[in-house]
């Protein structure tokens, strides 16, 4: 589900940001509206790899805490 959400986002935000801020803040220069759409890209990219890390973080957390009630039931 946190797969589909990051992709639609990564489909989503870049455009849209494009061509909003072509339209609204940059006057219709699309160079500065190309640089946006990049740092957009960039931020869900990276908010990807972070929720990743978590996510990852606490399966590893689990399996620790797992193991250790493992090894007291074998004592």
Known sequence: MKLLFFAATLAILPISSYF???KYVWSGNSNYAAITAICAANIVLIAYIVVSLMEDKQSFKVAEEKKLSE?????
């Open 71 to 75: 090894t007291k039931k074998e004592r």
């Open 20 to 22: 909003l801020t072509e």
